[in-house]
């Protein structure tokens, strides 16, 4: 897939979670491959400007956090554009505009998906952007405000019109929030309207097969996964090899995925200070359970570390109880 003179390694991109898309997991999920890029949390451009402590943190990267899009949002022109400037120097490949987050807190500042209420003027926000930088611009959307004001299609025409170089649809209207299911449908109207723009889709991708489905429901250039890669990050090597040939490789074992979880946090420790890092190990512990079940102790011990240190010994613990346990099951078989 490209988008605009980015060639990716693959049709498949990490969206920008909120609270969860740090550098640290970022790189993680690279390392299983499958990947073709990878976006920033949402970041104001307002706090980028004023380098603001949280959002800095925000834009944190490394040398292995290749390609990386940078998620920008904001209503006013010049600011965004200035925030786009930055965002490049700072190690963005694509800067991406965001027009469907339905956050009280975005919305209210006229950003996010409140920007769908005037396309016309979300085009011009969007093509003073594509002028004040020299790599692609792409655009996140919802299908609209509601099920009566389904805007996508029109916005990509005038989207592609001001140079935009892809565009990732969120198959729900901006008062759907995350209920109810994806409109696949809605999606496919979007690449039809939108002609040699790429289109990405986006939303309840939970497995390869949802993948497949979608790109072939809508003719939709790539998907783009968030919480599905929070549930289980080795989603973008599956989905790329269920694509390319048809099969899914083999599942990790418990011993590689704790050894991930361990990766992400030790990359978040080489960046943050310790109080900061075990916060992020307790916020984070509970996706990374849900594919390491049965864990309820392991969870609910890590949900309460004061330190690296005692997170390092929940998890050897775990690991050895778990391998004895298997070690038992083998000897009980005939």
């Known amino acids: 897939m490209r988008i605009g003179n980015l060639k990716l390694a693959s049709n498949l991109l990490l969206a920008p979670i909120a609270g969860y898309c740090d550098v640290g997991f970022r790189t993680a999920v690279r390392s299983l491959g499958g990947l073709g890029l990878a976006s920033t949390d949402l970041i104001s451009?307002?706090?980028?400007?004023?380098a603001s402590r949280k959002t800095m943190r925000l834009v944190d990267?490394?040398?292995?956090?290749?390609?990386?899009?940078?998620?920008?949002?904001?209503?006013?022109?010049?600011?965004?554009?200035?925030?786009a400037r930055r965002a490049v120097d700072l190690g963005a490949v694509v800067i991406d505009i965001n027009m469907g987050c339905p956050a009280y807190k975005v919305t209210k500042r006229h950003g996010g998906a409140a920007l769908l209420l005037d396309p016309g003027a979300a085009a011009r926000l969007a093509d003073a952007v594509v002028n004040a930088v020299g790599v692609p611009v792409t655009v996140k959307v919802r299908?609209?405000?509601?099920?009566?004001?389904?805007?996508?299609?029109?916005?990509?025409?005038?989207?592609?019109?001001?140079?935009?170089?892809?565009?990732?649809?969120?198959?729900?209207?901006?008062?759907q929030r995350f209920g109810g299911v994806v409109d696949l449908d809605g999606i496919a109207a979007v690449v039809s309207a939108?002609?040699?723009?790429?289109v990405v889709g986006n939303g309840d991708v939970r497995s390869p097969q949802d993948a497949a489905a979608m790109i072939e429901r809508t003719g939709c250039a790539g998907v783009m996964i968030g919480r599905g890669a929070l549930r289980d990050p080795w989603i973008f090597r599956d989905t790329h090899a269920f694509l390319r040939e048809g099969t899914i490789p083999p599942a990790?074992?418990?011993?590689?995925?704790?050894?991930?979880?361990?990766?992400?946090?030790?990359?978040m420790a080489s960046l943050e200070d310790e109080r900061r890092t075990v916060h992020i190990i307790r916020h984070r512990i509970s996706w990374y359970a849900k594919k390491l079940a049965p864990c309820q102790r392991l969870e609910a011990q890590v949900r309460t570390v004061e330190s690296l240190a005692e997170?390092?010994?929940?998890?050897?613990?775990?690991?050895?109880?778990?391998?004895?346990?298997?070690?038992?099951?083998?000897?009980?078989?005939?």
């Not at 990790?252 to 979880?261: C, D, G, K, N, Y």
């Open 252 to 267: 990790p074992s418990i011993a590689e995925r704790v050894a991930l979880m361990v990766r992400h946090f030790e990359h």
């Open 45 to 50: 451009c307002c706090g980028l400007l004023y």
């Open 143 to 175: 299908l609209g405000p509601d099920a009566n004001h389904v805007v996508a299609p029109g916005l990509a025409r005038l989207l592609a019109s001001a140079g935009v170089a892809a565009m990732t649809v969120h198959g729900r209207t901006t008062a």
């Open 61 to 83: 990267s490394c040398p292995e956090d290749q390609p990386l899009c940078v998620q920008l949002s904001g209503a006013e022109t010049s600011t965004m554009a200035e925030a």
């Open 194 to 198: 939108a002609g040699s723009m790429p």
């Open 311 to 334: 997170f390092h010994r929940y998890v050897k613990r775990f690991l050895a109880e778990r391998g004895a346990q298997q070690a038992g099951s083998s000897e009980a078989c005939p």
